[in-house]
């Protein structure tokens, strides 16, 4: 294979690549079901990650593959913690809707993931100017895998209500790694055909008029 | 459509999934053509960015299209004092690959992208306990429109070698944004078959045994 050999995609391959990134969906425990992910399906996802973009070919990244119960339970506690703090920051009317939303699926998915961004300790191309590149590399990894796990009709849930700390010392992750993502994957018995959170009219869609500038502010 | 409505993906679909990834490209100056890129186009690539996932369905992004040659000149002009000031931090022998490598085609490419996250000010959901988790929403909407962009055969670039304050002066840009990434859109005399960076030998690529933990460090 040389250096220029191109792959051109026609307009059908474009549309099943949108149909992916329409049909992603983040996955709570109330839709996941117990089976487990066979060993092939978890390495082509991890196979995505590593394909993702990273600012000077740094590949920031460390997976840890979590089945541990023990591990999971303790992992629940921060989460519990962390809402319990998180829910007295809205007002009255959010707060009613937050405590009936599941936001995690920890011990119901058969697989969580912890990403971490592992830092050098030279200095990387690209990453001299915007020292948040190498954490924004890890985040191009995740998406790359919540996609593939669409495409093999697995789901997943990025769960962010955790202190970050606490999962550090969980995992015994080396003093420098920054946790990016705590991932919980599995098959599903569902997905939503829009965001829950849309459904839910927690908040509205917005359009590209809402979000798109021309040239300049 | 009901939310309960599924889309089961085949495994053709899901090998033409990693097929994009695979063939997604860091594109520099050296390779974009002039040609301008069609707005529907532009359309399905922004589409595919709002798309993306975002913490507690924030959707904390804004794009501004730049086409403007004077604009971009200024850009480049942060590019170039950028860079002065990176080459340096790297050792001798890294500082003579550096200079050789071409790194950006804000000039070259007819659409540059500025990114920024659009901060709310009220609580957002799941954003408080980690508070980067706007900032990596904006990182997923990047992706997507480079996943998008690739099966619409146009290339981007991420330019990372900017001081992110003289962007968002030259732009204008509210207060509270932050620049998330600095994009260049175009169609391409051809892509690489694999990094640039990796072919180049500037670092080797990372194996699933390099980068994977089972339960725990």
Redesign the interface.
Known sequence: ?????????YEE??Q?????????R?VRGNHFKKEAIPKGVI??I???G????S?????P????????EV?KQAIKETFAE?TE??VK???NEKQKE?IK?K?EGITESPLNMAVFYKPKN??V??????P??G??SV??A???M???A????VGMG?V?????NKVKSI????KENE???YLCFGYTD??????E???KK??Y????ED???????
Chains 1, 2 share one sequence.
């Open positions: 294979m040389t250096h220029s050999q191109q792959r051109f995609f391959e474009q099943l690549l949108e149909e992916v990134l329409l049909h992603r983040d390495n082509k991890i196979q995505a590593l394909t993702a973009p600012v000077g070919f740094s590949q990244w460390e997976f840890v593959l979590i089945k541990d591990t962390e703090k998180a920051q809205f007002s937050y939303l936001l030279t200095p191309l690209g990453q001299t100017s915007m948040n590149m954490k924004y985040v191009c995740i998406q790359n919540w996609l593939m669409r495409s093999l009709n990025w962010s209500i955790l202190d970050p995992l015994n992750a080396p946790l990016i993502g569902m997905f939503y055909n829009k965001p959170l849309e459904i927690w908040d869609k917005k359009l590209q979000v798109v500038i021309q040239e300049k502010y």
